[in-house]
């Protein structure tokens, strides 16, 4: 043989150059692999899931585990029927009086019935929207409005 038709021995592969993992993570590539049988592994990123604004924290947890001598204080029924009397009192519904102060109805709700767990951000608005005392010695009084004021 003469030298111009090539080396028979010689062979050339001609490859197609490797996915980048972007590439291989698409929706095209996890569906090829999984026509021919390759492995495709699933995993999902810590927390990577889901609204973090509304998803069930530590605190939620602990409500769950609740025992006798383990339980969370909860607004007392007498802060809940001060609460009902004073916004009966105004002519304002459980709606109108959360519009009021920039919360759910479902938290008045809880408040009045005493399921409510009391924030002490939530019992100050009730108290200057409703006008009297929910915590301490003197509730149901009156509330004094600029008490620690200058003079």
Same mark, same amino acid.
């Given at each position: 043989?003469?030298? @111009?038709? !090539? ?10 150059? $490797? ?14 692999a999984q026509r ?6 699933? $995993?999902? +990123? ?8 509304? @998803?069930? %924290?530590?605190?939620?947890?602990? &409500? ?11 607004? #007392?029924?007498?802060?809940?029927? *001060?609460? =009902? =009397? #004073? ?5 304002? $519904?459980?709606?109108? *009086?959360?519009? +009021?102060? %920039?919360?759910?109805? =479902?938290?008045i709700m809880d408040?009045? @019935? !005493?399921?409510?767990?009391? %924030? %002490?951000?939530?019992?100050?608005? &009730?108290?200057?929207? *409703? ?7 003197? +509730?149901?009084?009156?509330?004094? *409005?600029?008490?620690?004021?200058? +003079?």
């Open positions: 043989m003469a030298d @111009s038709e !090539g080396d028979w021995d010689s062979v050339t592969y001609l490859r197609k150059k $490797t996915p980048r993992a972007a590439e291989m993570r698409s929706k095209q590539a996890v569906a090829s021919h049988g390759g492995p495709v592994e699933t $995993t999902q +990123k810590f927390g990577g899931s889901g609204n973090k604004q509304h @998803s069930a %924290n530590k605190d939620s947890a602990k &409500l769950d585990r609740e025992t006798e001598e383990l339980h969370h204080e909860k607004v #007392s029924l007498d802060v809940g029927k *001060l609460i =009902q =009397q #004073s916004r009966m009192e105004k002519k304002l $519904t459980q709606k109108d *009086l959360a519009t +009021k102060i %920039n919360e759910k109805p =479902q938290v408040y009045e @019935s !005493g399921k409510a767990i009391p %924030n %002490n951000q939530v019992m100050s608005k &009730l108290e200057r929207a *409703l006008g009297i005392k929910l915590r301490g010695k003197e +509730k149901g009084m009156p509330l004094v *409005l600029g008490g620690k004021g200058k +003079k």
